[in-house]
């Protein structure tokens, strides 16, 4: 969690990156997979959850797993249905992505659940 969205919520939700360190680290294992922190907030409570969608992050070229984006989101639909669900341009950023492809497969896996794409400005 040292670079692009990843780190702004490293520093803004420590929790969540509590969580991604009960993972073990580097583990190829973890892709296609989440792990998640709930945080209580005076309005009720927010959960973020760090989605493992890409393994290499070095050099140039896409770095994300679309099998991955799949995996995740389906996982996501599984566990919060119903809740209100934004997400970043997971995988198009820094992991060189086509945006295109992965919001399709978001719409696809979150089919009929409250989901919002969140632009972020770091």
Do not use: C
Request: glycine share 12%; net charge positive; aromatic share 10%.
């Amino acid at each position: 969690m040292g670079a692009g969205i990843a780190k702004s919520i490293k520093s803004h939700f420590p929790a969540a990156y509590k969580a991604d360190s009960k993972t073990e680290k580097g583990a190829k294992s973890k892709l296609g997979t989440i792990s998640y922190a709930t945080i209580g907030l005076s309005k009720g409570n927010l959960i973020v959850v760090n989605a493992y969608t890409q393994y290499n992050w070095r050099g140039t070229g896409k770095k994300v797993d679309y099998v991955a984006v799949r995996s995740v989101f389906k996982e996501i639909k599984e566990k919060f249905t119903g809740l209100r669900i934004g997400y970043p341009a997971i995988g198009a950023g820094l992991a060189g992505g086509d945006w295109n492809i992965i919001s399709s497969i978001i719409n696809e896996e979150l089919d009929q659940e409250k989901h919002t794409f969140v632009k972020f400005a770091g």
